[in-house]
């Protein structure tokens, strides 16, 4: 009689191997990138009463502005080696955008979670991040998108390079290895683009015109399932209450409203020179009441 055959044991699948650097002589990054989870803004309401976002029963999604700046780190990891590291900050479910960032490729994630981090603003929220990715790094790179969906600030990017004291490129579109740790830049500007080479260690906020991020691979999202993230609170990085969160915020959000938009028309009949004539009238009439609303 044959023997029984033995299971085969399963194995965690090991994040794609880099590819050898195409720079001159790169040496291998260590890379961070900041990723957020926001409301779908395509179902945003407000609560009257608080002014606030009501999150509650709204899709939680990975902000997609991230999505470039991660896509950048694994095309530079691609080209250069080493590691990407993603971190977010948030409640305990935006894991969920750790577990989409290892889909697609990053090698490992960080949560930095606390209940004292609620109601955070743009400071606040930087210097916590800045924390979190000292206690990690130090990183050659940190990656972000140019800003979160949500707030539309685009001032938390910039802000954790002067909580770390690094130099920080905004506008990125395009990243390629040089000589040793340093990287060639292309900047969007307002009347064109501007190249730079730049020694670590630097932040970069990357625009949508830089790629086109890839989506999760089977072997990633099966990676993401089995891998642990690292989490780390307010203690762990060794900030007071005073520090984060609400109290450690300078700035306040005092209300927020949707805008009421009056959509009216009017239609003008008749033939092309009367309703010439009755356009200039009304247009005469709406100059003539806002003359008055301003003189008064």
């Known amino acids: 009689t044959a023997a ?5 044991p399963t194995r965690t699948p090991e994040p794609p191997a880099a590819p050898r650097a195409r720079g001159r002589n790169a040496r291998p990054l260590k890379m961070a990138v900041c990723v957020k989870q926001v409301p779908n803004t395509a ?27 991660l896509e950048a780190a694994l095309q530079l990891r691609e080209q250069a080696g080493g590691t990407v590291t993603a971190f977010t900050m ?30 955070a603003d743009t400071w606040a929220t930087s210097k916590t991040l800045a924390a979190a990715l000292a206690r990690f790094g130090p990183f ?5 998108g140019k800003q979160a969906i949500d707030g539309d600030t685009a001032q938390v990017g910039p802000g954790i390079a002067a909580h ?4 920080q490129v905004t506008y990125v579109t395009s990243i390629d290895p040089a000589a040793g740790a340093r ?29 086109e991020p890839r989506l999760p691979s089977l072997a990633g999202l099966v990676r993401a399932r089995r891998t642990e993230f690292d989490k780390v609170d307010a203690e762990a990085l060794g900030l007071g209450r005073h520090e984060v969160g609400l109290q450690g915020s300078p700035t306040r959000v005092v209300k927020i409203r949707v805008p009421q938009i009056d959509r009216g ?23 003539l009441a806002a003359d008055r609303a301003e003189s008064s």
């Not at 029984?4 to 085969?8: L, Q």
């Not at 179902?43 to 997609?64: K, S």
């Open 140 to 144: 050659d790179l940190i990656f972000c």
């Open 183 to 211: 990287v060639c830049i292309e900047r969007l500007l307002d009347d064109g683009v501007t190249e730079l080479e730049i020694e670590p260690p630097a932040l970069l906020t990357v625009l949508k015109e830089a790629n």
């Open 4 to 8: 029984p055959t033995r299971p085969r």
């Open 164 to 167: 770390l004291g690094i130099a």
């Open 265 to 287: 028309h009017i239609r003008l009949e008749g033939d092309p020179e009367q309703v010439a004539a009755k356009l200039v009238s009304l247009l005469r009439a709406k100059r």
């Open 90 to 119: 948030g409640p305990p479910q935006a894991g969920a955008v750790l577990c989409k960032a290892v889909a697609m490729g990053a090698d490992k994630g960080v949560l930095v979670s606390d209940r004292k981090f609620a109601g």
């Open 43 to 69: 179902d945003l309401r407000i609560d009257p009463e608080t002014n606030t976002l009501i999150r509650e029963g709204v899709e939680a999604i990975f902000n997609p502005l991230d999505e470039f700046a």
